[in-house]
């Protein structure tokens, strides 16, 4: 069975220009999670999605946004980027029927703002 | 708050065993994972507790007290290839399915 697949796995922007990154989630999963990391933070929770509904939302600016489409696949969407935005973007998929089930995460999309 | 502590870093020796800990305060608990991470790659799952106690599975084994706050992820007859980043997560009762409160990270070095 695939992976969670990101794409692009590189990207390089620069201040002001937007960004939309693409995941496809393991067939079968329905719940999608997108989270950032960076080294001093972490990772940090953007969204979750289930059945094309944002369920939660974490403490991000309104610069952030995001989407599923009908297949279970989810875009995140950055606007007017900033110096700080440069981060590793993990995307997550996991089997909402079973609670104790974990994420699994794709190998993310490299994100520098320059 | 939500706060989930780590040590930042760790050195063992190959073949040794290493106790990582991980202390959480949320606001509310419905489980706590582990996951690995190498250097550029996906965090990829290692376990997961909701219950008091020892959860096993082969070299890697995790504890936890709900009542202390507290977990550890136990990793046996260390091999090179363990050196990475150990994540503790914690789903809070009050949260969504999928958001998990994570750790800074462990980096462990192992060294022949």
């Known amino acids: 069975k695939a992976g969670v697949t990101q794409t692009p796995r590189y990207l390089i922007k620069t201040r002001g220009q937007q960004v939309t990154l693409s995941c496809s989630p393991i067939?079968?999963?329905?719940?999608v999670s997108w989270y950032q990391q960076t080294p001093g933070q972490g990772l940090q929770f953007l969204f979750e999605y289930f059945s094309e509904t944002q369920r939660n939302k974490g403490n991000f600016p309104g610069r952030f946004s995001g989407r599923q489409f009908s297949n279970s696949r989810s875009e995140m969407n950055v606007s007017t980027l900033e110096l700080g935005d440069s981060a590793l973007y993990l995307c997550?998929?996991?089997?909402?029927?079973?609670?104790?089930?974990?994420?699994?995460f794709g190998n993310g999309t490299r994100l520098t703002v320059t | 708050g939500q706060n989930i502590d780590q040590p930042t870093e760790m050195t063992a020796t190959e073949g040794a065993i290493v106790q990582i800990n991980c202390t959480y305060q949320?606001?509310?608990?419905?489980?706590l994972f582990w996951y690995q991470q190498h250097a550029g790659e996906a965090p990829t799952f290692l376990s997961y507790n909701v219950l008091d106690g020892l959860e096993e599975k082969g070299r890697f084994s995790s504890f936890l007290s709900r009542s202390k706050g507290y977990s550890y992820l136990l990793l046996k007859e260390l091999q090179m290839k363990d050196s990475a980043s150990y994540l503790c997560?914690?789903?809070?009762?009050?949260?969504?399915?999928?958001?998990?409160?994570f750790g800074t990270g462990t980096r462990l070095l192992v060294s022949p």
């Open positions: 067939s079968g999963h329905r719940s």
């Open positions: 949320t606001s509310g608990f419905n489980g």
């Open positions: 997560a914690v789903r809070a009762a009050s949260t969504g399915f999928q958001k998990l409160v």
């Open positions: 997550a998929s996991s089997l909402v029927a079973e609670y104790n089930s974990p994420l699994h």
